[in-house]
């Protein structure tokens, strides 16, 4: 039978620049050192467990707005509410002020702001039943 490609050499390749000298190396060029070292990164990013990883810094949430922790739940839900029956009459208001598809986005985005706030407005007479 006829053999299309040739055997490879008997004897070792000699060193040419920008090459290693073992045949067998994955590292073809100078940079693919780089690439391989990226690969490894990766691969140990998704492959080690999380305790082997090194923690996350702890991050200081911004402080611009804030909800004290002392807060009271009755009064974070009254202001829920508050918020709600503001924004329902924007979209409300707002609504009418257009037509077509752009109106009918506008009340569902209203309708569901209502509904949000009948929420809020349950679990607020749930936790003051006699207010």
Do not use: W
């Not at 492959?47 to 810094?57: G, I, M, N, R, V």
């Not at 949430?61 to 709600?84: K, N």
């Not at 309708?111 to 003051?128: H, T």
């Amino acid at each position: 039978m006829f053999k299309h490609t040739p055997n490879p050499p008997e004897s070792a390749p000699e060193a040419t620049p920008g090459r290693p000298t073992d045949p067998v190396s994955p590292y073809a060029f100078l940079d693919s050192r780089k690439l391989h070292d990226a690969a490894l990164r990766a691969l140990d990013h998704y492959l080690l467990p999380q305790a082997e990883k090194q923690p996350k810094p702890v991050t200081q949430p911004s402080t611009i707005f804030t909800v004290l922790p002392e807060v009271d739940s009755e009064t974070l839900l009254a202001h829920a509410c508050e918020t709600l029956a503001s924004a329902n009459v924007m979209a409300s208001e707002l609504a009418f002020t257009l037509s077509g598809p752009t109106c009918s986005q506008l009340l569902g985005i209203q309708q569901m702001i209502s509904l949000a706030e009948l929420s809020v407005n349950r679990v607020l007479d749930q936790v003051d039943p006699q207010g």
